[in-house]
């Protein structure tokens, strides 16, 4: 079984920081992509950004320069450094992670979410 927890939201002020925390866990053979997407109220689930285990990334057009996605290979842990933010990124952030379990069974698992309310 495999876990994703999720930390750091919380309620920041326009122009402030924030960063977010991912870990996986459990019956973990390999991690390939990481990564963050978001949904805000009344809309769909988008991209923010994700990682590849050579440290690989690629961004939404939205958040470029503003945020950064790093990772611990060792610690099967990802992060979201979220610089300059705005009113627009409020939203429920989801970890996400392409994991090769230990029965080499290839599968996406998400985290449960963590808000993040920007403040004008």
């Known amino acids: 079984q495999v876990q994703l927890v999720e930390s750091g939201g919380g309620l920041v002020q326009t122009g402030g920081s924030l960063r977010l925390s991912c870990a996986a866990s459990?019956?973990?053979?390999?991690?390939?992509?990481m990564g963050w997407y978001r949904q805000a109220p009344g809309k769909q689930r988008e991209l923010v950004g994700t990682?590849?285990?050579?440290?690989?990334?690629n961004y939404a057009d939205s958040v470029k320069g503003r945020f950064t996605i790093s990772r611990e290979n060792a610690k099967n842990t990802v992060y979201l450094q979220m610089n300059s933010v705005k009113p627009d990124d409020t939203a429920v952030y989801y970890c996400?992670?392409?994991?090769?379990?230990?029965?080499?069974?290839?599968?996406?698992?998400w985290g449960q979410g963590t808000q993040v309310t920007v403040s004008s």
């Open positions: 990682i590849r285990s050579g440290g690989t990334t």
């Open positions: 459990g019956s973990i053979f390999s991690i390939s992509a």
């Open positions: 996400y992670a392409y994991i090769t379990t230990t029965g080499r069974r290839s599968y996406d698992y």
